[in-house]
C-alpha cells in the first residue's frame, strides 16, 4: 500500500515537474536560442522558387535570406524542418518550432494569432492556366471551372473570395479544389483535371517562365494586395526575436541584398514595406 | 518518348533516391527490431496472472490504441504534443519510436495467435517443475510459437517498411518524400512514381529474404530440438 502511494506520490511531482519545464518560458526566446546555440526552424519546402528541396538541402529565396540574417547570429546552428503547410502554424503554436521560415501570407486571421515579420515578398493572387487553353484571357472566364490551390493556404481563401464575387455579379460560381501542397495542384492541372490554379504571381511568374510549354499566367490579380512574411509566436517570449528577424530582413533591403535575391530566384524586384507589417487586407 | 533521355534520367534520380531509400531503411529496420521485441514483451506481460490482472488490461488497452488509430494521427501527436511540455524530441527518433510502437501492437497480436501451437501439456509439464512464469514464457513458449508464427511476423516486417512512406509528414526525408520532389521539379509521374515503387519492392524484398532466411534457420534448429523434446515425453503424435 504505501509504495503504490509512494509510486503515485512520484509520478505527480515528475509531471509537475514536467508542466513546470514547459511554462517557464518567461525568458526570451532569443537568449535561450543564444544560449542553446540551436534555433528550430519550420519550413514546407515544397514552394519553389521560395523554398524547395534540391539534392535533399532545402534551397530557394527563404532559405538564402534566412542565412543571410542569421549571419548575425554565427555561432546559433539551423535545425530547419520540412513538414507540410497544415503543421507550419499548428506547430508553431505548440512550440515545436522556435520559428517560421515559410512564406506564410499575412491574413487578418492569422495576424490575430501570431506575430509576422516586416514582408519578404509580395503575394498577391492570380491565376496559372494551361498554355494551350487561349480560351481564359481573363480572371473572370474561370467563372464555372474547376480551378485549386493549397489547403489552408490564403490563396485558397482569396479564391474562395473571388468566387463569391462572381457569384455576386450574376456569374457561375468557381468548383474550388483542395490540394495538400501546390506541386499537385500544378500536376493535375497539366493532367486536365483542373482549368486553373490560384497561386500568388511570385510563383507563377517563375513557373510560367520555366516551363512555358506547359503554363502561362492569367494575367490580372483576383485579390487584393498581400505579401508574403515569416511568423514568430505573438507572446512577449518571441518578441525580440521577431524584432531580431525584422531588423536583418530591413537590412537586407537598404544594402540591396534584398533586391539581388529577389532577382536571383525570380527574375524581377518586388516592392515591400519595411517601416512596419502592413495590415493585412485578406 | 525519347529513350536516351529516359535512361539519362533514370540514373540522374537513382542516386537521391538511393538517399530517400537509406533513411526509409534506417528507420524500417529500428522500427522492426523495437516492433518484434516489444511485442513479444507485451505478449509475456499479458499472459502473466494466467492473463487475469492489471499487466493483461494494460496491454489491451495499449494494443486497441495503437492498432486502433491511423498510424498518421499517431505519428502528429507524437510529433508535435511533446513540446507543448517543452520536451524537444528530434524528428527521426520520433519516427521510429511511435512506428516500432505501432509495429509492436501488431507483432503482440501476431505471436498470440500461435500460442495455439504449443501442446497445452507442456505448459502443464513446465509449471509442475516449478518453473517461474516468465521463464515458461521466453524459453518455452516463445520460441515455439514464432516459429509458428514467423511468415506472418515477416509480413508485419515488410509492412513497417511500406508505412514508412508517410513519416514525410514530420520532416523526415524519406524515400518517399524525395521522390515527390523529383517529380515536382519534372513532372514526369510513371517514370518518377514507377522508379520508386521497384525501390520500395527491393526494399521489401530484402526484409522478406532476410527474414525467410531467419525463419528457416529457426525451423532448422526447432526441428531438432522439436523431436528429442517429444521423444522426452513420450508423445504420440507429431
Known amino acids: 500500500m504505501t509504495s503504490r502511494r509512494l509510486l503515485l506520490a512520484t509520478l505527480s511531482l515528475a509531471a509537475a515537474g514536467l508542466f513546470a519545464a514547459g511554462t517557464a518560458q518567461a525568458q526570451s526566446l532569443l537568449e535561450t536560442i543564444k544560449s542553446k546555440k540551436e534555433i528550430v526552424i519550420g519550413t514546407e519546402a515544397q514552394f519553389a522558387p521560395f523554398e524547395f528541396l534540391q539534392d535533399g538541402k532545402i534551397v530557394g529565396y527563404g532559405p538564402d535570406l534566412m542565412n543571410l540574417v542569421l549571419s548575425d547570429m554565427p555561432e546559433v546552428k539551423v535545425k530547419q524542418m520540412d513538414v507540410p503547410f497544415q503543421g507550419i502554424l499548428p506547430g508553431l503554436a505548440t512550440k515545436r518550432f522556435d520559428f517560421i521560415v515559410t512564406s506564410v501570407t499575412v491574413t487578418r486571421e492569422r495576424a490575430s494569432k501570431f506575430a509576422f515579420t516586416i514582408p519578404i515578398a509580395d503575394a498577391t493572387t492570380a491565376l496559372l492556366r494551361r498554355t494551350a487553353d487561349g480560351g481564359l484571357a481573363t480572371p473572370e472566364s474561370v467563372a464555372g471551372k474547376v480551378v485549386g490551390s493549397q489547403a489552408g493556404s490564403a490563396q485558397l481563401k482569396a479564391l474562395q473570395e473571388f468566387s463569391a464575387k462572381l457569384q455576386a455579379d450574376g456569374k457561375k460560381p468557381i468548383t474550388v479544389r483542395e490540394y495538400v501542397s501546390f506541386d499537385e495542384a500544378y500536376a493535375d492541372l497539366a493532367a486536365g483535371r483542373l482549368d486553373a490554379v490560384a497561386q500568388s504571381m511570385a510563383n507563377l511568374a517563375t513557373l510560367t517562365k520555366t516551363r512555358a510549354d506547359t503554363y502561362a499566367l492569367i494575367p490580372g490579380a483576383i485579390g487584393p494586395k498581400t505579401y508574403f512574411a515569416w511568423v514568430g509566436r505573438k507572446d512577449a517570449a518571441s518578441a525580440p526575436l521577431v524584432e531580431f528577424f525584422n531588423t536583418g530582413i530591413a537590412k537586407a533591403k537598404s544594402s540591396g541584398k534584398l533586391e539581388e535575391l529577389q532577382q536571383k530566384w525570380f527574375g524581377f524586384t518586388m516592392d515591400t514595406p519595411v517601416d512596419a507589417v502592413p495590415e493585412p487586407t485578406i | ?238
Request: with cysteine.
Open chain 2, 1 to 238: 518518348m525519347n529513350a536516351d533521355g529516359l535512361l539519362e534520367r533514370l540514373t540522374a534520380y537513382f542516386p537521391v533516391m538511393l538517399q530517400g531509400a537509406g533513411i526509409t531503411m534506417l528507420v524500417s529496420s529500428l522500427a522492426i527490431i523495437v516492433g518484434l521485441a516489444l511485442g513479444a514483451c507485451l505478449l509475456g506481460m499479458s499472459l502473466a496472472n494466467r492473463g487475469t490482472g492489471p499487466l493483461t488490461w494494460a496491454v489491451t488497452v495499449y494494443v486497441s490504441f495503437f492498432r486502433g488509430t491511423p498510424l498518421l494521427v499517431q505519428l502528429l501527436m507524437a510529433f508535435y504534443l511533446p513540446s507543448a511540455f517543452g520536451w524537444d524530441m528530434p524528428p527521426l527518433l520520433v519516427a521510429i519510436l511511435v512506428m516500432g510502437l505501432n509495429s509492436a501492437a501488431f507483432q503482440c497480436q501476431i505471436l498470440r495467435a500461435g500460442l495455439a501451437a504449443i501442446p497445452a501439456g507442456q505448459i502443464a509439464a513446465a509449471y509442475s517443475f516449478g518453473m517461474p512464469q516468465r521463464k515458461v514464457f521466453w524459453n518455452i513458449q516463445l520460441p515455439q510459437l514464432a516459429r509458428a508464427v514467423w511468415p506472418a511476423v515477416v509480413s508485419e516486417f515488410m509492412d513497417v517498411v511500406k508505412n514508412s512512406a508517410i513519416i514525410s509528414v514530420i520532416a523526415v526525408a524519406d524515400l518517399a518524400r524525395v521522390t515527390r520532389q523529383i517529380f515536382a521539379a519534372n513532372y514526369r509521374p510513371l517514370e518518377v512514381f514507377l522508379s520508386a515503387g521497384v525501390m520500395y519492392l527491393l526494399l521489401t524484398g530484402a526484409v522478406f529474404a532476410l527474414g525467410s532466411w531467419v525463419g528457416r534457420r529457426l525451423q532448422h534448429r526447432g526441428g531438432r530440438g522439436r523431436r528429442i523434446g517429444l521423444a522426452a515425453t513420450g508423445a504420440s503424435h507429431v
